[in-house]
């Protein structure tokens, strides 16, 4: 199961990262970004899935190291879970401001606010899943010697 948990943490991070780091910038470039926008929109739900299993898995993780030791994995997995369930609301919230038979952002909506609270929660999620790995990898390795 600590296998399981920490392979849902690495696949939702290394997925994010490439994603966000390769996908959206040579998909913007070919598609142009509205397009992109609509790619990204259902990648989003399939990753914030993943993300919701990785916070479960953190907090598996988190329950089996040793008390006085779990301090800060809890915080960090807290804000996973924190950024994790803000961007359910957001993504359904920008999702609204799509005109998908169009393949644009409807007018008078503010979708490029809406999208850069969005990527703030993202980086917090991303910062505190490497945050997170980094800890428990440090962790188990000093167990061992």
Do not use: K
Not at 46 to 65: D, K, P, Q, S
């Amino acid at each position: 199961m600590t296998l399981l948990a920490r392979a849902t943490l690495i696949v939702w991070l290394v997925s994010f990262t490439f994603y966000a780091g390769v996908v959206i910038p040579f998909g913007t470039a070919v598609n142009g970004a509205a397009q992109q926008g609509l790619v990204t929109e259902r990648v989003t739900g399939v990753l914030n899935w993943i993300g919701l299993f990785a916070t479960a898995g953190a907090a598996y993780l988190t329950i089996r190291v040793e008390a006085r030791r779990r301090r800060w994995l809890w915080l960090l997995c807290l804000a996973m879970f924190i950024a994790q369930v803000a961007l359910l609301p957001l993504r359904a919230n920008l999702s609204g401001m799509l005109d998908h038979d169009l393949g644009v952002v409807r007018e008078g909506t503010n979708f490029y606010r809406w999208h850069q609270a969005y990527l703030w929660v993202s980086t917090v999620q991303w910062l505190s899943t490497i945050g997170f790995l980094t800890l428990t990898s440090w962790r188990s390795a000093d167990a061992r010697l």
